[in-house]
């Protein structure tokens, strides 16, 4: 019997659509190529949700999600929804949907190709061997705890970093596991000489990495010197841990590493299958329907998609070394339009044209 799977889409807004698309043809020429299935929904997030339903997080969405056995997402936000003071914002509703979907670590690879080791502005020597893992703890923290606006004639507003054991121990077991699938080196990111809620978080991940992972190096970093250490030192790093603020900007900062935002997969997981895939770019509004887009990232994003919740490894892989072979081949989007390979033949070209040139690699 050929399996069959349900696949939810949320382009957003912005760009979310277009590299969607791209992702979307590639999912179903791997689907062709390996012999499954895959039925397609779309539905509305973010920005589009509000100006459709008033709401960023639909129920009809929310729904959808929840019975799907993957969802991809495309990029939410831009200035039409700005307003720091509105009642409803995109970010909201995709902070609610990785509630509602209860998945609690985001998992952020960070993977350079050879050829792109050019567009990033640290020396190539700092860069050669890196390959590492981001996994950020998406549901407790600073972002969910007790808060306290303003208002327009308040002086004091306040925002609480707030962690339970258990939050801490199921996201530091994803990380240990991902570890032991790596290198075995798992570095954990805190605050604990200033945070209490960091010293729980160091206190509670050493006691889950020595009861559950012996054979796990385990370190412990400031998320000051972290941030220091990841343009100084980043291939010395395998699989890195951190609370939802700290990963937050230290994925961002990792991103820089490849160059280009447009490169970067990442999956948001639960305790099953079910997962929320994204790009960790945003919405780009200023090229939203030039067609210049990268959509590699979305793609990319579209393979963890495969191995993650539909466990075809093989189906994954084979969009990656499709993606690796376009950059071999020397295709670029215009946000890489000056990193040449090591022949220097580099071919400049749009969204639609860069997902047809890794379909191909991919039929081939």
């Known amino acids: ?3 069959s799977y349900r696949i939810v889409l949320l382009p957003g807004d ?11 043809l590639t999912l179903e020429t791997v689907a062709a190529r390996f012999g499954f299935d895959l039925q397609f929904e779309t539905h509305l997030l973010g920005g589009c949700a509000i100006e459709a339903y008033g709401t960023s997080l639909p129920e009809s969405t929310l729904a959808a999600c929840r019975r799907a056995d993957a969802v991809l997402l495309g990029a939410v936000g831009g200035p039409r929804w700005d307003n720091p003071q509105a009642p409803d914002r995109p970010e909201r509703g995709l902070l609610a949907l990785r509630k509602g979907l209860s998945l609690f ?7 350079l190709f050879p050829e792109l080791l050019g567009a990033s502005t640290l020396k190539e020597e700092v860069l050669q061997g890196v390959d590492l893992l981001v996994v950020r703890e998406l549901t407790g923290g600073i972002y969910f705890g007790p808060r306290q606006e303003a208002g327009e004639d308040g002086h004091e507003a306040y925002d609480t970093m707030v962690y339970t054991r258990p939050e801490i121990e199921r996201v530091v077991r994803v990380a240990a596991q991902a570890a032991r699938e790596r290198r075995r080196k798992l570095t954990s990111v805190d605050k604990a000489n200033v945070l209490a809620s960091s010293r729980l978080w160091r206190r509670v991940t050493t006691e889950v990495v ?12 400031l998320v000051d010197a972290m941030a220091m250490h990841l343009i100084r030192r980043p291939a010395s790093f395998d699989v890195i841990v951190a609370e ?4 937050d900007i230290l994925t961002d900062e990792a991103a820089m590493l490849a160059g280009s935002m447009g490169m970067l997969p990442s999956a948001s997981l639960g305790e099953g299958t079910l997962g929320l895939y994204e790009p960790i770019h945003g919405s780009a509004p200023d090229i939203a329907g030039k067609g210049i887009a ?3 990232a979305t793609i990319l994003s579209a393979a963890m998609l495969l191995r993650h919740s539909l466990g075809q490894e093989a189906a994954a892989q084979a969009i990656e070394t499709a993606v690796a072979q376009a950059l071999a081949a020397g295709y670029r989007t215009p946000d890489l339009a000056g990193v040449h390979g090591p022949d220097d033949r580099v071919e400049v070209v749009g969204t639609q044209a860069m997902g047809a040139v890794v379909r191909q690699f991919l039929s081939a």
Do not use: W, Y
């Open 244 to 247: 939802n603020l700290f990963g």
């Open 105 to 111: 670590a985001n998992l952020r690879p960070v993977r």
């Open 294 to 296: 990268n959509p590699l």
């Open 1 to 3: 019997m050929t399996p």
């Open 210 to 221: 020595t009861r559950e992972f012996p054979d796990i190096e385990l370190e412990h970093v």
């Open 14 to 24: 912005g760009i979310g659509p277009e590299v969607v698309e791209e992702a979307r």
